[in-house]
């Protein structure tokens, strides 16, 4: 983990305002690491400037309160929405991605690039680019 925490990937303002603990356990702790070993920090090393994790960890009662889907990958650690500030940069980032075949499960294209979901199985990477 060169570039990202993993306070920053379980930071959540929303937590934070309805009292909700988020702290990982360790199985989504680990998932995390492999996540940022895999894709983030290889993507950040490629893009050569800061990428904000949005959203990280959610425990499931974090996820209901933002309305994440039911079984998200988010709730195991094996995902984050990510920005680069801009929707014309994220689509650049986008295509960073696609080029650099990182060994992602999901890449969504959040809302015309105002985010992008990435997420990372060990050993289960499905390579799905899907657009939201």
């Given at each position: 983990?060169?570039?990202?925490?993993?306070?920053?990937?379980?930071?959540?303002?929303?937590?934070?305002?309805?009292?909700?603990?988020?702290r990982?356990?360790?199985?989504?702790?680990k998932?995390?690491?492999?996540?940022?070993?895999?894709?983030?920090d290889?993507?950040?090393?490629?893009?050569?400037?800061?990428?904000?994790?949005?959203?990280?960890?959610?425990?499931?009662?974090?996820?209901?309160?933002?309305?994440?889907?039911?079984?998200?990958?988010?709730?195991?650690?094996?995902?984050?929405?990510i920005?680069?500030?801009?929707?014309?940069?994220?689509?650049?980032?986008?295509?960073?991605?696609?080029?650099?075949?990182?060994?992602?499960?999901?890449?969504?294209?959040?809302?015309?690039?105002?985010?992008?979901?990435?997420?990372?199985?060990?050993?289960?990477?499905?390579?799905?680019?899907?657009?939201?």
């Amino acid at each position: 983990m060169r570039y990202f925490t993993i306070q920053e990937l379980t930071r959540s303002t929303t937590a934070r305002l309805m009292g909700i603990d988020n702290r990982p356990p360790a199985s989504a702790v680990k998932a995390l690491h492999e996540l940022v070993d895999q894709v983030l920090d290889p993507l950040r090393e490629a893009w050569g400037g800061p990428i904000r994790v949005n959203s990280g960890y959610r425990c499931p009662e974090l996820n209901e309160a933002v309305g994440g889907t039911p079984g998200s990958q988010h709730q195991r650690g094996e995902a984050a929405d990510i920005t680069v500030g801009s929707r014309a940069a994220n689509r650049r980032l986008l295509a960073l991605i696609k080029r650099l075949d990182l060994p992602v499960d999901q890449c969504i294209d959040e809302k015309g690039c105002r985010w992008i979901h990435v997420s990372h199985r060990k050993g289960r990477n499905r390579r799905m680019y899907m657009k939201f």
